[in-house]
Structures are given as C-alpha cells and as structure tokens.
C-alpha cells in the first residue's frame, strides 16, 4: 500500500483489463479472476474506454458488483481525441455509466493527442470539482511531456503516469523514474510480464531471471512481476482472465529480491545507461 499525494491509499498491485470483456464465452472466467483479485486485495483496477471500445469497461462492472465501492480504487483513461472540452465530460459519463459507478479514483489522458494539454487539464480539474473523478494522471509521457505539463497552471496535480515497464525495457528508470519520484508523481507500470513473455523474446526462458525466481519458489513470470514492484514508487498492472493466474500474481505482492539477485538480473537486464526514448505498445 502506497499514499498519493493527497493521502489516498493505493495498493501498489493492481490489476489490468485490456482485453478482458471482449469475448462472451470467457465472461464468468474472467470476473472470477477479478473478483480472486480483489478478494487478495488487487482492489486497483485499470481500464480504459478504448478497451474492447467499453466492453472491458462493462466486465469490470460486472465484476465489481459485490464489493463496496469504497473499497476499490477504479482507474479509467479516455481517448486522446476525446480529452478535450467537446467530448470529455460525455465520455467520462459513459465510463462512469459502465463500471456502474458515479466516480472514478482516476482518471488518466491514454497518451497524447492534438488537444492541447492545458484544456486537458482544465477539463480533468472541473471533473474533480464536479466528484466524477477524485485524481487525474497521464499515461506514456515520456520526461519533456512531463515537464511541459508541470509548467501549465494545475499541471501539477497530476498524480500517475502510467508507462510501460518490465524487466526486459527498462529505460524508464534512467530518469523518467527519477523525474517522478522528485515530483511526487506515482509511476504505474503497465505490461509488467511483458504481455507474458511476447514483448522481449527469450525473457521467460532466461536463466538468470529462472534462478532468481526459484530462489522464490516462484514461476518465471511471476518473477517478472515482483521486478516491477522493487522499487517503492511504482504501481504494477499484471493482467490475467485466468483465476489460478491471478492468485500467482497476487502471490507477489511482498516479494523482495536481495542486492544479489537485482545484480544477476542487471548482468541479464542491463539497466539504462543513458535517455531511451519512451515505448509503448
Ligand atoms: P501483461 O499484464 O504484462 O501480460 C498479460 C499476459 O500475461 C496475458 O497473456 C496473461 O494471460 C498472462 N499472464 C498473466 N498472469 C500470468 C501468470 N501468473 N502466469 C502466466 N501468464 C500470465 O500485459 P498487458 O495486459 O498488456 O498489461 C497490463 C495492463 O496494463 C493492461 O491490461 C492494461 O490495463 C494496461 N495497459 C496500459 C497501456 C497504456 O497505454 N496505458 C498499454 C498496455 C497495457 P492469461 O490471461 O492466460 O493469464
């Protein structure tokens, strides 16, 4: 459990929905892995109008059905091209009409689009004013979108940026990372099992991250994502539609890898050694 700036608590893993909602036959499967979570106290969850175009939306909706809404802390992100003054406010609404709630905890901007970002800004402050969500963050800003933010009136409220990280792309921690941690701004990582394996070939098959996740008794992936929450300012988003997986996950939560195992990892994974430029996916 981690606070924001504002004295929220967050826990620091989450879970993500991209792609959950999209098939019907998967539906009771996949509200189970997410009830599972919750009920392990992954009470964060991540999802975004533009996932399955709401219908992740709707499956989280579903699956919240149960549990106090106090209890969990809801994230959604609207569309670039909808973050301004014209559509935001409606497509805010119908995230809210989805999840079945009358309040987001967050709000975040997808990535950047044409909308200016102080009207961006603006409009995710009157949200705040008006209850319908209680912060606002970015996603996949890189340092100089940051910056840019920080010098508009209100920029700085903003409380996450959300970037894609894992073991096998680190280059947000050359300073990115360090440019959040000064600013107060939480960094959540999405794509924490690189999409479990796909987004870095050999990573689950590589020994060094096989030892260190045997020391652990855990699984290569669940190593994976006990590196992203290594350092104490960031959130982590695994996402699973399977229920057994999601206990594995959750499994991670307190996992601590000595100095020696971040050294076996960093001789496998180098850490960055000069600026990359931010990736996404
Ligand atoms: P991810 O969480 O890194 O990986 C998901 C994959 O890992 C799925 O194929 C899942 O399959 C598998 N998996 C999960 N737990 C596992 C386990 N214990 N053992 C083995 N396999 C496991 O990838 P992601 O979904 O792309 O990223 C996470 C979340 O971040 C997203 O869902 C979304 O909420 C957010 N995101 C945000 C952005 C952005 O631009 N802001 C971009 C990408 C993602 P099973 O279902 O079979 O378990």
Redesign the pocket.
């Known amino acids: 459990m981690i606070t924001f700036r504002d004295h929220t608590p967050v826990p620091r893993l989450g879970q993500?929905?991209?792609?959950l909602g999209n098939d019907p036959g998967r539906e009771q499967q996949e509200i189970q892995a997410l009830r599972t979570g919750i009920d392990r106290g992954m009470t964060l969850i991540?999802?975004a109008e533009m996932y399955g175009e709401g219908l992740s939306e709707t499956l989280v909706g579903k699956a919240i059905l149960p549990y106090e809404r106090e209890k969990l802390f809801l994230v959604s992100?609207v569309y670039p091209f909808n973050a301004g003054r014209k559509n935001i406010f409606r497509s805010c609404q119908q995230s809210l009409d989805r999840l079945g709630t009358d309040y987001l905890d967050l709000y975040l901007l997808?990535?950047r689009g044409r909308v200016p970002l102080m009207e961006t800004v603006q409009c995710m402050e009157e949200l705040v004013k008006e209850g319908k969500i209680r912060a606002w963050g970015v996603?996949?800003f890189d340092v100089e979108d940051m910056e840019e933010l920080f010098r508009l009136p209100q920029g700085n409220h903003c409380v996450v940026n959300?970037v894609?990280y894992?073991l096998g792309d680190r280059g947000v921690e050359y300073s990115l990372l360090p440019w959040l941690k000064e600013h107060g701004v939480m960094m959540m990582a999405?794509?924490?099992?690189?999409?479990?394996g796909t987004l870095r070939r050999g990573l689950l098959n590589n020994p060094q991250l096989k030892q260190v996740a045997s020391n652990h008794h855990l699984?290569p992936?669940?190593a994976l994502l006990a590196f992203t929450l290594q350092d104490p300012n960031v959130i982590s988003?695994?996402?699973?539609?399977?229920p057994e997986?999601t206990v594995?996950?959750s499994q991670v939560a307190g996992v601590r890898f000595t100095d020696q195992e971040m050294e076996l990892l960093n001789q496998a994974y180098p850490p960055p050694r000069c600026k990359m430029p931010l990736n996404?996916?």
């Open positions: 993500g929905t991209w792609y991540d999802t992100k997808h990535w996603s996949n959300q894609l894992h999405y794509c924490p099992m690189a999409q479990g699984t992936t669940q988003i695994p996402r699973t539609g399977n997986h594995q996950n996404m996916v």
